[in-house]
């Protein structure tokens, strides 16, 4: 049995200040905003762990209340200015709610700690009037023994999520806010990144990444996948499959350390080759999530700066081991090129298609998500090595303009792809056909580099 108990961390004497939102924020919100309501949640970025031997809960909460005067953009609201454009709002007070629930005993920490977290990440925020940020404790005998981080993707992404959570770990041992400000200088906060975006330094990057972006789009295929038949009425909702293989996570960094690239290269080589291969092109065009952590003073930024690449792969179906060298280089000029205001590059397009120019599809998403410090729940984590196991977790509401988006994610022991797909395109035995594919690639080409070593 459990009792719910509900705290308050008062926040005074923060950084204070208003204006544009950056580029990460207005594309996240503008993005969340054409969901269902009820899909907004998939969004947030979350973090969960137990606390073992546990923590001193007045520890866990002075921990957190230095951490907002760390970071501006746990106490930023976003609200909307002119012509759809965005802008922030830093408070330099407030209260951070945090939900406590007490277990008679510690074994039950994690299981009421595990309900606990899938509760608070299925909540959507209204970052116009909340902060974007959701604390969850499970205390048992006077200490926390399990934490629970949930926030709005307008506020981090994974990377921002990932040093977020070993900011609180230090500050939670006693490491001041000024030497964790010192260890992470330089980490521009959000109103900062903002300035640059808005100077001529920040106006030049973005004219040169919208161009190359607009030029890739009138080179790439318009279609890669047959177009559906007659709509189905009502749209059927978006199947999610997910692949956990122990396998993959033992061979891909072996096959990108035989290739001189990255692991991720390596999944987003397959990703293309099985795109091509199932939609009967002979190219893969594939809208390639970035983390657009290039410039020095945003490598450690908590905030969002993730934005979207234009991968185009010609002949992806050649073989893999030349698939994956190409994808590597070929990755290198779409991550440069992912640092521009989306809201201007939309409208852009928006222009050309409405005087008929020809572009390129990019229905098709992948997402290295490694990064993010815990696995999703429905990744299977926790379920022991054994072999490859695909499960039907989720559906979801449509989503019009989408192929597939295409997720890797570390799971315990494994590494996992989670695949949502529009079924009319890409049914469920070709998603089966189409995450295994992945796989086999990967492992066959482990195979033969070892054999060659």
């Given at each position: 049995m459990t009792t719910r108990q509900l705290l308050h961390i008062a926040f005074s004497s923060g950084r204070a200040g208003t204006g544009p939102a950056t580029w990460g924020q207005q594309a996240i919100r503008d993005a969340v905003s054409r969901l269902a309501p009820a899909d907004a949640p998939r969004y947030n970025i979350a973090a969960a762990a137990p606390l073992d031997p546990g923590l001193p809960l007045p520890?866990?909460?002075?921990?957190?209340?230095?951490?907002?005067?760390?970071?501006?953009?746990?106490?930023?609201?976003?609200?909307?200015?002119?012509?759809?454009?965005?802008?922030?709002?830093?408070?330099?007070?407030?209260?951070?709610?945090?939900?406590?629930?007490?277990?008679?005993?510690?074994?039950?920490?994690?299981?009421?700690?595990?309900?606990?977290?899938?509760?608070?990440?299925?909540?959507?925020?209204?970052?116009?009037?909340?902060?974007?940020?959701?604390?969850?404790?499970?205390?048992?005998?006077?200490?926390?023994?399990?934490?629970?981080?949930?926030?709005?993707?307008?506020?981090?992404?994974?990377?921002?999520?990932?040093?977020?959570?070993?900011?609180?770990?230090?500050?939670?041992?006693?490491?001041?806010?000024?030497?964790?400000?010192?260890?992470?200088?330089?980490?521009?906060?959000?109103?900062?990144?903002?300035?640059?975006?808005?100077?001529?330094?920040?106006?030049?990057?973005?004219?040169?990444?919208?161009?190359?972006?607009?030029?890739?789009?009138?080179?790439?295929?318009?279609?890669?996948?047959?177009?559906?038949?007659?709509?189905?009425?009502?749209?059927?909702?978006?199947?999610?499959?997910?692949?956990?293989?122990?396998?993959?996570?033992?061979?891909?960094?072996?096959?990108?350390?035989?290739?001189?690239?990255?692991?991720s290269s390596v999944l987003l080589a397959a990703t293309a080759a099985m795109t091509a291969r199932l939609s009967g092109s002979t190219d893969a065009v594939l809208n390639v999530v970035v983390s657009n952590r290039f410039l020095p003073e945003l490598t450690n930024a908590v905030s969002v700066v993730a934005g979207d690449g234009l991968f185009h792969l010609p002949d992806a179906t050649a073989?893999?081991?030349?698939?994956?060298?190409?994808?590597?280089?070929a990755a290198i000029g779409a991550y440069r090129h992912a640092y521009y205001d989306k809201l201007r590059l939309e409208a852009e397009i928006g222009r050309l298609a409405a005087e008929g120019v020809p572009l390129a599809d990019r229905s098709c998403i992948f997402n290295d998500t490694r990064e993010l410090v815990a696995a999703s729940p429905d990744t299977g984590a926790g379920e022991g090595e054994g072999g490859t196991t695909l499960t039907w977790p989720l559906e979801f509401e449509p989503r019009p303009g989408l192929t597939y988006a295409l997720d890797a994610l570390q799971s315990p022991g494994a590494l996992s792809l989670a695949m949502t797909a529009d079924p009319a395109v890409l049914p469920r035995p070709a998603m089966e056909r189409f995450l295994y594919g992945i796989e086999e690639l990967i492992l066959t080409e482990a195979r033969t580099a070892g054999a060659a070593a």
């Open positions: 520890a866990l909460l002075a921990g957190l209340e230095k951490l907002l005067h760390l970071h501006d953009s746990l106490h930023t609201r976003l609200v909307p200015g002119e012509a759809g454009r965005l802008r922030q709002v830093v408070d330099p007070e407030g209260r951070l709610e945090v939900e406590v629930r007490h277990c008679a005993e510690p074994a039950e920490a994690a299981e009421a700690g595990a309900r606990l977290h899938e509760e608070l990440a299925a909540l959507p925020f209204d970052t116009a009037t909340q902060w974007p940020i959701r604390v969850g404790v499970v205390a048992a005998g006077g200490s926390a023994r399990y934490v629970s981080l949930v926030l709005s993707h307008t506020a981090v992404d994974g990377t921002g999520m990932s040093r977020l959570v070993a900011d609180l770990t230090a500050l939670c041992q006693g490491t001041s806010p000024a030497e964790l400000a010192e260890i992470r200088e330089p980490a521009q906060q959000p109103l900062e990144e903002a300035a640059f975006q808005t100077s001529e330094r920040g106006r030049q990057r973005d004219e040169g990444a919208r161009k190359q972006f607009l030029r890739k789009l009138r080179l790439a295929p318009t279609r890669l996948f047959p177009p559906p038949g007659e709509p189905a009425t009502p749209a059927p909702r978006f199947p999610n499959a997910v692949l956990r293989s122990p396998a993959l996570a033992r061979t891909v960094d072996r096959v990108a350390a035989a290739h001189r690239v990255t692991s073989e893999f081991r030349d698939v994956v060298r190409r994808t590597n280089a």
